[in-house]
């Protein structure tokens, strides 16, 4: 069979993929080992998170799926840091575990051109340094001009409990045995990765009474700019916070030895934002206790699953670990924490398309890139899916820029800097952050969406006309008084245009605007923007700076050992990751000022002339 | 290809030997036209060689040269050092040579600036290394030594950081905000916070303040009326405490009328050329030339007449300087006092050198020179140093604001960067992934 395009992996990433060629218009097969493990969630019942949150607009504004299943299938939703500024606030959702995989296959059931089959990837067939298609591991081959790699934590995977380990994939999922050997003898370099669950609790053995409760939000959200929310606030499930304490922290120190991370059973490098509940004992000693949440995983099962309780120690010490809680005491566990290593490969090997650099037109997406997380795997699905079509229509690539999405922070931090340890997205990685709000992602992206095809014409005047709105209102803020608009506020300032008079801390945007002409969010908007005028301005500065750098294209062609007085370090660093602008190569850790300066005088010689 | 360039590696001067530097790709061939010893181009590296220089038929000097090839050089350049006889004229003939064949005269600090583009030292160390060449009294070589030693970066890299602690613990509550065992950063915390990176960022400025004082010297202007005796006291002070090296490129070169040295400081007079003479000084140099110089003095010397009373431009002067440090000199101390004046005064006698050791030593106290604290706590001594000081000290009196204004603290956060990134500019360092580092080494998160 010929296909455009083959997506090999159901995961978060491989769903948006394939959903973005298809919908674009190419042919594309989904392989998955798993039908029913299509848009799985095996660690935690939550999509979106501080910077996760915003990803997961993005990915709407684009055009992506991820935001609008979640907005289906969630069960309590929060805006995170609302008492915080403007910029730092984040949608996270409890998602249903069971309703969320439907409602993704619903979608992607609907692609005409679209095939889902199972199966395990083997091989990949090269020829001339071209992908060419797969062949299973039932000696099945399947051809395509393009294909994505969205293999999660399966390639290789082993699971550890203790000093058991076990080949297989996540809740004892069949493992792909023989793929990464193929890509590591393509020229790959393969690495070893870490990472782990928490144990599952069963529901009628915890005694909630002993924890503190966790509500959803008193006001209505959704992750989509297209859906208005389906959900009854009142109708929110509860999730429920609980400490370690002293008991917890002897049974972990007296037992260390015997857990897979501190035995020294485990190969792969953990996340640190991500540590076992053994790892945070070690490495904080001091703390008298710790913050765990018991988040129910969906309303048709009765498991919990008891976030910051990730642990490989084995079962035995696993059941005196959580009878050691408050409200635990008696408590079953359904299904044991476990730590689960796979193969990755080097994100310094791909191109900011997505694509690697070792094998043309394959692309890449997701934990085998070295990231971790739902959202970061589905942006980069997206953006792989979007890259992949554009090749094959021989357009050029979709490159979101740092001060454009968290998107192309998490793209440029991947490639520029690579990664030892599972990647996760924070706000603190963004640079920009006070304009990639959660707020404006569709004045950010649905314009590129829309260029890209995967945004509707509807979808795209919408965000016209919000544009409109936005600026009409800000005019209106300019030409007028308070002394003809609203003479409550301060006499003193009568003159002043109600532009200037917002700006003052105290004042509020609805006490200078006519009531019902503008939508919420566009009022929401130009009260930001009028606020925090002097800061965003600021980071426009820097971001026009830093593009200026983005144009100083580095040639291709670019022999680093004839650039004399490099820093030996940085002409490592610049001969293996071949940054395609000064801007990218001085984001490299090991590059200095100085060698940018030096390379930079060096363009200018031999390329300016 | 860079051109090649020459200079003085010496201070003109009364020194036995001068050396002229030569750098670039060309100094050997070149100077081996004009040397008689061995051929330059054939020597080995790292060797002296003796001869003359010879020009025309004419016997300029007998010298010694020495040939260092690159990359093993300051500039990792090729550099030819010829060590001519002390004096003026001799040096100066010899780059006069040069200059006609095609050696350039460097600009100040271009050896440095090659030597840092060239990748052989960085930046600190570069400013710290013309800092030594160009540093005129001994205490001010030691600043230059000291900072080459790190000690400014040091201080630099304790105060990013804290400031780099705040930041992380902002990141964690933004990045983390339902781990409430965290410290949590609000605005009374950061008001706390933010006073000692001020206390501390106020310190460094005094501190490099007197850095710069040992570096540039202090600006002084004599102002008065004509006849008072202003003549009489900056002859008396240059005459008797002479400045031992002749005037240092700076900002204030033009105007220098003459130095002096006091406890190893050196003073320097503004010149205030052509207004000495005239009947009343605001008014012909204009108000606007007269507050400019009164801007680049660091100290005023006010000359007084005891025996007249004060006019309107002695009051219109005594005005404008009562912001700046200042000394008022009344002379002529054996005339009738007819004088009223309400602020500390000097009393003297130009004429019999009275009250002179008198304004010397005022002038020690006006900037505690005879503590030595100056000598041991200054490590900065730039002008590009100074700047980003303030720079950061601004914008830290900012960050004070937007707390009094409960502006968030994502938001403060910014400007708390732009500090930490202004600070690294001092000492060459970018910030790339500090704050992710500091954070997850120094919290404990993550589900």
């Known amino acids: 069979m010929n296909y455009d395009v083959i997506v090999v992996g159901a995961g978060h990433a491989g769903c948006e993929a394939a959903y973005a060629t298809s919908k674009l218009g190419k042919k594309t097969l989904l392989i998955t080992i798993n039908m029913n493990n299509i848009a799985d969630m095996p660690c935690n019942p939550s999509i979106g998170g501080t910077a996760k949150g915003i990803v997961v607009r993005e990915i709407d504004a684009l055009g992506g799926l991820m935001g609008k299943v979640a907005d289906k299938s969630h069960f309590q939703i929060k805006m995170l840091n609302n008492a915080k500024g403007p910029a730092v606030r984040s949608l996270r959702a409890q998602a249903d575990k069971k309703i969320y995989p439907k409602v993704m296959l619903e979608y992607l059931t609907k692609e005409k051109n679209l095939t889902i089959k199972e199966g395990i990837v083997s091989n990949l067939i090269v020829e001339n340094n071209y992908v060419k298609g797969v062949i299973l591991e039932n000696k099945e081959e399947y051809y395509s001009k393009v294909v994505i790699l969205t293999t999660g934590t399966y390639l290789k995977s082993n699971i550890l409990i203790g000093s058991t380990k076990k080949q297989e994939g996540p809740h004892g999922e069949k493992t792909s045995l023989f793929l990464s050997k193929n890509l590591k003898d393509l020229g790959f370099n393969i690495q070893r990765l870490k990472t782990g669950t928490p144990p599952r609790i069963k529901k009628d053995s915890i005694e909630f009474s002993k924890m503190q409760e966790e509500d959803g939000d008193r006001k209505l959200y959704t992750f989509s700019f297209d859906l208005e929310p389906s959900y009854k606030i009142d109708n929110q499930e509860k999730c429920y916070l609980l400490y370690t304490n002293e008991n917890t922290h002897n049974i972990i120190k007296n037992n260390l030895d015997k857990s897979s991370m501190y035995g020294g059973f485990v190969e792969g490098i953990g996340p640190r934002y991500c540590p076992s509940i053994e790892d945070k004992i070690v490495r904080f000693s001091d703390k008298k206790r710790h913050q765990l949440f018991l988040e129910p995983e969906s309303k048709y099962y009765d498991e919990w699953y008891l976030q910051g309780f990730s642990t490989s120690m084995p079962t035995f010490i696993q059941e005196q670990m959580v009878h050691s809680l408050k409200g635990l005491e008696k408590a079953k566990i359904t299904k044991y924490a476990y730590a689960i290593e796979y193969d990755a490969i080097d994100p310094l090997q791909i191109n900011n398309n997505l694509e690697t650099k070792i094998i043309n037109n394959l692309f890449t997406a997701g934990q085998i890139n070295g990231t971790s997380g739902y959202e970061e795997a589905a942006a980069q699905g997206l953006i792989a899916g979007i890259n992949a079509s554009l090749k094959l229509d021989k357009k050029n690539p979709l490159v979101l820029k740092r001060s454009e999405a968290y998107i192309g922070v998490l793209i440029d931090d991947l490639i520029t800097k690579g990664t030892n340890e599972p990647y996760r997205l924070l706000t603190s990685r963004a640079e920009f952050r006070l304009i990639l709000r959660h707020d404006n992602a569709d004045l950010r992206l649905r314009k590129i969406g829309y260029k890209v095809g995967l945004i509707n014409e509807q979808q795209y005047q919408k965000v016209l006309k919000k544009e409109q709105d936005i600026n009409n209102l800000l005019i209106y803020l300019k030409n007028n008084t308070t002394e003809n608009i609203n003479k409550k506020i301060n006499s003193k300032s009568g003159k002043n245009s109600l ?47 830093l593009n200026k750098l983005e144009k100083k294209q580095i040639p291709s062609d670019i022999d680093y050992d004839n650039v004399l007085n490099l820093a030996s370090e940085a002409r490592e660093k610049l001969k293996k990751i071949r940054p395609s602008t000064i801007a990218q190569a001085s984001r490299i850790s090991g590059v200095n000022p100085t060698d940018i300066s030096i390379l930079a005088i060096y363009l200018k010689k031999e390329y300016n002339k | 290809m860079e051109d090649t360039i020459c200079a003085l590696a010496t201070t003109l001067g009364e020194s036995s030997i001068n050396i002229i530097r030569i750098s670039g790709s060309d100094a050997i061939s070149i100077v081996s036209t004009i040397f008689t010893g061995k051929d330059l181009k054939k020597v080995s590296s790292h060797t002296i060689n003796y001869g003359h220089i010879k020009f025309n038929d004419e016997i300029i000097d007998e010298v010694l040269v020495s040939v260092m090839r690159a990359p093993k050089t300051f500039t990792k350049e090729d550099i030819v050092e010829i060590n001519c006889h002390g004096g003026y004229l001799s040096a100066k003939k010899i780059i006069e040579i040069l200059n006609r064949l095609n050696i350039r005269s460097a600009y100040n600090g271009e050896f ?55 930041m992380a613990n902002i990141e964690v509550n933004i990045d983390y905000p339902e781990y409430e065992d965290e410290l949590v950063v609000t605005h009374k915390l950061l008001k706390d916070r933010i006073n000692k990176i001020k206390e501390k960022l106020t310190e460094i400025l005094k501190n490099s303040e007197n850095g710069k004082i040992l570096k540039n010297g202090i600006n002084v202007l004599l102002l008065g009326r004509p006849n008072v005796g202003k003549s009489s006291i900056l002859n008396h002070l240059i005459e008797e405490n002479k400045a031992i090296v002749t005037k240092v490129a700076g900002t204030t070169r033009d105007i220098v009328e003459g130095s002096f040295i006091l406890n190893g400081v050196v003073f320097n007079l503004l010149d205030t050329a052509g207004i000495h003479n005239t009947n009343n000084i605001v008014e012909k140099i204009g108000i606007e030339k007269s507050l400019n110089l009164i801007n680049k003095a660091d100290i005023i010397i006010l000359v007084l007449n005891n025996n007249e009373c004060l006019n309107e431009e002695d009051k219109n002067i005594l005005e404008k300087i009562k912001e700046k440090k200042h000394i008022i000199f009344v002379n002529k101390n054996d005339l009738n006092k007819k004088i009223t004046i309400d602020r500390d005064v000097v009393y003297g006698n130009t004429l019999k050198k009275d009250g002179l050791d008198a304004l010397k030593q005022k002038l020690l106290d006006v900037f505690n020179l005879e503590n030595n604290e100056i000598f041991n706590s200054s490590y900065l001594a730039n002008d590009r140093h100074i700047t980003i000081l303030k720079k950061s000290l601004d914008i830290i009196m900012s960050i004070e604001k937007q707390i009094s204004e409960e502006v968030p603290i994502d938001i403060i956060s910014i400007d708390l960067k732009e500090c930490y990134e202004a600070l690294g500019e001092i000492i060459g360092k970018t910030y ?11 919290f404990c998160l993550g589900k």
């Open chain 1, 499 to 545: 532009y200037q008079v917002l700006k003052r801390p105290e004042i509020n945007i609805y006490e200078l605007i006519p009531n019902d002409l503008y939508e919420n969010d566009v009022i929401e908007q130009v009260s930001l923007y009028v606020k925090y005028e002097g800061y965003i301005n600021k980071m426009l500065k820097e971001v026009e700076k």
């Open chain 2, 432 to 442: 790339k992934n500090d704050l992710i580092n500091e954070i997850f080494s120094k």
């Open chain 2, 112 to 166: 440095t600036k090659r030597a840092f583009l060239n990748g052989r030292i960085d930046l600190t160390k570069s400013e710290a290394i013309n800092d030594i060449i160009t540093s005129k009294t001994e205490q001010e070589r030691i600043v230059a030594l000291k900072q080459l030693n790190g000690s400014l970066f040091e201080e630099i890299e304790r105060l990013r950081s804290y400031i780099m602690e705040i």
